[in-house]
Structures are given as structure tokens and as C-alpha cells.
């Protein structure tokens, strides 16, 4: 008796001369618009191109946290139309993605930092998401193990409370995309590193690697922190830097976190994995690079603000420590899609420490974007073109603390 299946869960193909649509990074922001192309749009000659393993990247990379009680009504209505398709992705993939809503917890450690929060709780009910301001009585029954000493450094005197935030297996949403690309018979490239993009009038005509040249109807940048690099490629400028976003995993303990915590002042976050581990984040490192290993002063930092919260884990063994690079835009928020000057290159970048949230929704928008040539009404707001008009997106109070 066969007690596995031994078929591939995605297969290897060899690459074609020229594709409907090619799509650079074959993260969950690249792998969910291919999937949305193809289920709801019929397009299917697609090729996803990665320079390595699929989820090398950020998709790999992050805390795998999901929330969508960001402070502008552009961000919160689209988070929440992401973590609403997040919430049946498993059965639509019929993949399991492990996602435990659990719920999320913002402290606030000053006057300001509560004033701050409660604008977003207000902005977050108004647009019909569930989140509100919760008191130390209430943050002490949710987090019996938090500290709540008035004495120590910096004394949480309440916080944002998000109950339908999260955790998800972030490698999972990567394979269970990718199968469901396979089986509909779109093709995965990793390991296709692009070292081109050839230009004809206004078009890019011409995905080059180190070992082909691809003809494409439509060019998709999902590259997230290497963005500006691939856009450099076609000619298109963007306002983007990248910056290292570091983290780190501890021994498995018995179960006692909840609840994904988030310190804005404290610049640390931290959740328990169904393993039983921590999962410790800090914010960006504060100089530009490609980096992507981890360094002592930001492991001191995460270990030093995680035991002002929780300072029973003072014993705690660390047991890996890593770092994703993100693609910040001087706003906070991302460039959704396509370029002033390349009427058929479409860009999905500049999400920063935040993209894996919005995997869902930005390969939905994205896709109806490329299948007919309309912008969704939700990611609108996030066109390059804003960079022009002015018409910014001010994220920062919601998005610069990373999670």
C-alpha cells in the first residue's frame, strides 16, 4: 500500500520562448497573482521567474503575522479585503495554512502613543473592522503573564486590541499557491535569475536571464526588496529604499502567548508558534543594504525589549536569528500598478515590512489589472502615479513599527 503521494507539488518545465505574462519573484505577492490570473481571469500561459527557491525572500523572511488594523482608510479597507481572503485561502487552495486567529495587541507605553492609538481604533470602526482600545484589567486577562509594573522603564497604560489579527504558516501560503498555480498549468521557474528586461518604444518586449530570452505580452516586478533593481532594468525609477528587517526564534516553550504583541516604543513584537516557539521581530536596521544575516546589537535590542515585557523568559535560548530586506517608499505605503513609462510593465513593490499581509488582495487586484487593463477600486490609491500628483498615503503611525 502507498501510504504518500509521490507527485511534485509543483513540476519543472523547461522555459518557453514567449508567455501571456511573465512575472519576476515568485514570492506570495508574484505567486498569488499568478493564481488569480489564471482562476479568475483564464490566463494561464504564465511564467513565474525566481532567482532562488520559491519563498527566499521576504515570503520567507517575515514574522508571518496578519492584520489589517492599519490608520488610513486606504490601508485599513484594503488589509481588511486581504485578511478576509486570508481567512478562506486554506479552503480555496485546499492547502492548510495554519492560521490561527489568535489576535492582536498594540501597547501603548505613553500619552502620545494611546492618543495615536485610539485615532486608529476610531478610523478602524468606522470602516467596519474590529478593533478598540483595551485597559490594563482587560490586557492583564488576555496576557496573564505580561508585565504590568507602573515602575518599570517604559509601563504599558493600555493598548489597540485586534482580535481578528494573527498568525499564519508563511511557508504553507507559499507552497499552497504554488500548487494550485501548477495545477492549472502556470509555470514555476526558481532558480531563474533575471539579469535584463529589453525595451522596445513603450513596451517591454523581452525578459532576459543567464540562460534565455522570453518574449512577454505583460512583465510583472513582485521582486520585493531587490524592486528598484528590477525596475532599473526597464528604465523605471522608483522612490524606493531597502532596508534589513531582522528577527529571531527561540526554544519551543509550553504554551502561554495568546496573543501577537506589538510594541511600537519598544520597537519589538513578538508571538508564540503553534510549536511553541517565539517568534521575536525588531524594526529595519537603520542604514540601507541587501544584507540579509542577522546582528548582535539587534538581538541585544530584541532581547533586551522582549524581558521589559516578559521578564520570566531571561533564561531563554535563542536558537536562530535571520533578516528579510524590505522596500520602503517615502510614505509607507506600496506602488500597485503599472509604470508611466511602460504601458505593459506592471510593478507590485515598495511594501516594506508589511507586504505578506496583503499577498491575497494584491495578486487579486494585480491580476484584474493585467487580465483588463482596470485598476481596482482599492489599490487606486497606491499608484505610482501619487509620487507625481502628491497625493501621498501617509501609513508610517500604522506601518513604521513593523508589525
Given at each position: 500500500m502507498q501510504l504518500f503521494d509521490k507527485?511534485?507539488?509543483?513540476?519543472?518545465?523547461?522555459v518557453k520562448s514567449s508567455y501571456d505574462v511573465v512575472i519576476i519573484g515568485a514570492g506570495a505577492h508574484g505567486l498569488a497573482a499568478a493564481y488569480y490570473l489564471g482562476k479568475l481571469h483564464g490566463v494561464r500561459k504564465v511564467a513565474l521567474l525566481d532567482?532562488?527557491?520559491?519563498?527566499?525572500?521576504a515570503s520567507g523572511r517575515n514574522t508571518a503575522i496578519l492584520r489589517s488594523n492599519y490608520r488610513t482608510p486606504e490601508g485599513i479597507a484594503f488589509y481588511d479585503a486581504s485578511l478576509k481572503l486570508y481567512e478562506k485561502l486554506s479552503l480555496d487552495l485546499d492547502w492548510n495554512l495554519l492560521f490561527s486567529q489568535c489576535g492582536h495587541m498594540t501597547l501603548g507605553h505613553s500619552d502620545a502613543s494611546i492618543s495615536g492609538l485610539r485615532v486608529r481604533a476610531e478610523n478602524n470602526q468606522l470602516l467596519g473592522v474590529n478593533s478598540r482600545m483595551i485597559g490594563l484589567d482587560e490586557i492583564r486577562d488576555l496576557v496573564p503573564?505580561?508585565?504590568?509594573?507602573?515602575?518599570?522603564?517604559?509601563?504599558i497604560l493600555g493598548a489597540l486590541y485586534h482580535p481578528p489579527g494573527g498568525i499564519i504558516r508563511h511557508d504553507a501560503v507559499v507552497w499552497g499557491y504554488a500548487r494550485a498555480c501548477d495545477r492549472m498549468g502556470i509555470e514555476i521557474?526558481?532558480?531563474?535569475?533575471?539579469?535584463?528586461?529589453?525595451?522596445?518604444?513603450a513596451k517591454a518586449t523581452k525578459v532576459v536571464t543567464k540562460h534565455s530570452e522570453i518574449s512577454a505580452g505583460a512583465v510583472l516586478n513582485a521582486t520585493a526588496g531587490w524592486a528598484s533593481?528590477?525596475?532599473?532594468m526597464a528604465g523605471v525609477k522608483l522612490p524606493i529604499v531597502t532596508h534589513p528587517l531582522q528577527a529571531c526564534v527561540t526554544e519551543p516553550l509550553k504554551p502561554f502567548l495568546n496573543v501577537v504583541i506589538v510594541s511600537a516604543s519598544l520597537h519589538v513584537y513578538l508571538s508564540q508558534t503553534d510549536k511553541g516557539e517565539l517568534v521575536i521581530g525588531a524594526e529595519i536596521d537603520p542604514y540601507?543594504?541587501?544584507?540579509m544575516k542577522g546582528t548582535l546589537p539587534t538581538l541585544e535590542q530584541m532581547a533586551t525589549y522582549t524581558l521589559e515585557l516578559f521578564p520570566q523568559l531571561h533564561g531563554v535560548r535563542v536558537l536562530r536569528q535571520w533578516a528579510g530586506i524590505c522596500d520602503m517608499t517615502p510614505d509607507f505605503a506600496p506602488v500597485m500598478g503599472v509604470s508611466r513609462e511602460l504601458r505593459n510593465f506592471y510593478m507590485?513593490?515598495?511594501?516594506?515590512?508589511?507586504?505578506?499581509k496583503a499577498s491575497p488582495i494584491s495578486g487579486k487586484c494585480m491580476a484584474e489589472l493585467i487580465a483588463t487593463g482596470r485598476a481596482p477600486k482599492l489599490m487606486q490609491p497606491f499608484s505610482p502615479e501619487r509620487f507625481v500628483t502628491g497625493k501621498l498615503v501617509g501609513e508610517k503611525a500604522a506601518a513604521a513599527v513593523s508589525h
Open positions: 507527485k511534485r507539488m509543483w513540476q519543472q518545465h523547461d532567482k532562488s527557491y520559491l519563498g527566499a525572500g503573564s505580561i508585565n504590568l509594573n507602573p515602575d518599570t522603564h517604559s509601563p521557474h526558481p532558480f531563474t535569475e533575471v539579469t535584463g528586461i529589453k525595451v522596445e518604444g533593481t528590477i525596475s532599473e540601507q543594504s541587501y544584507c507590485d513593490v515598495g511594501w516594506g515590512t508589511y507586504g505578506f
